[in-house]
C-alpha cells in the first residue's frame, strides 16, 4: 500500500472519483458504505452457489466498481478476494504484472455485464497458483514428462496435440510450465483404459 496518502488511507471515500482508462464512473460515496455491506453479505451468502474462483472473480469485479476508497481500491480487491480464496483452501492468486492490460479490459467488459474474459484470467491464475504448490511438493515430479516425449512412446496412439487438447480439457492428469505441458505414462495409461 505505499505511496498512498496517510489522510485517505484506510478511509472511505468522501468525494466522486473518475477512473481513468475505466468506462463506468463509481458510485455516490454516500452509497458505499451500504454498497459493501451488501457485498460482504453477497460474499457469504452465495446464492449463486459460485465455485471459488468464479465467487473471488466476481467479488473482485463488485468490489473496484464500488470503488470504496481514494486510491488503493484495486490491490484491497486483490488482497480481499485472496482471503476468500484462502479460506475456501485454494492459494493465493497472482494477477501478473504482464497481464495488466488484459485485466484492466477484462474489468470493463465485466462492468457491461460479460464476464468471460474476466473469468478466464481468475482460472488462468487459479491454475497457475495450483501449479506452484504442486511443483513445490516433489512427491513423484520425476514421472512427470512432457507430452511430446510421451507421444512419442510406440505404446501410446496419440500425437502430442491430442494429448494436450486432454490435458486443457482436464481429460488428462497434467499440469502446465511456461508453454509445456507435463503428464505422467501411468495417467495416459489410465485414460486410454477408460
Not at 41 to 47: D, F, G, I, L, T
Not at 170 to 194: C, D, H, I, P
Amino acid at each position: 500500500m505505499a505511496s498512498i496518502d496517510d489522510e485517505f488511507g484506510g478511509r472511505f471515500r468522501t468525494g466522486r472519483v473518475q477512473i481513468t482508462g475505466a468506462n463506468f464512473i463509481p458510485p455516490n460515496p454516500l452509497k458505499v458504505p451500504d454498497l459493501l455491506d451488501d457485498l460482504i453479505e453477497w460474499v457469504h451468502q452465495n446464492p449463486q452457489k459460485l465455485d471459488p474462483v468464479s465467487l473471488a472473480a466476481v467479488f473482485h469485479h463488485r468490489f473496484v466498481w464500488i470503488h470504496p476508497f481514494f486510491d488503493g481500491n484495486g490491490r484491497t480487491g486483490r488482497l480481499a478476494m485472496n482471503l476468500i480464496l484462502m479460506g475456501m483452501g485454494y492459494p493465493p492468486l497472482i494477477i501478473l504484472r504482464a497481464d495488466r492490460d488484459k485485466y484492466y479490459r477484462a474489468l470493463n467488459e465485466a462492468n457491461q455485464g460479460k464476464f468471460d474474459k474476466l473469468m478466464l484470467l481468475f482460472f488462468q491464475g487459479a491454475e497457475r497458483s495450483l501449479e506452484l504448490y504442486l511443483s513445490a511438493l516433489g512427491n513423484g515430479y520425476d514421472d512427470y514428462l512432457p507430452l511430446e516425449q510421451i507421444a512419442n512412446d510406440p505404446a501410446v496412439p496419440y500425437g502430442q496435440e491430442y494429448l494436450s487438447l486432454l490435458a486443457r480439457r482436464g481429460e488428462l492428469e497434467a499440469f502446465k510450465e511456461g508453454r509445456v505441458w507435463y503428464s505422467t505414462q501411468k495417467a495416459v495409461k489410465r485414460y486410454m483404459e477408460r
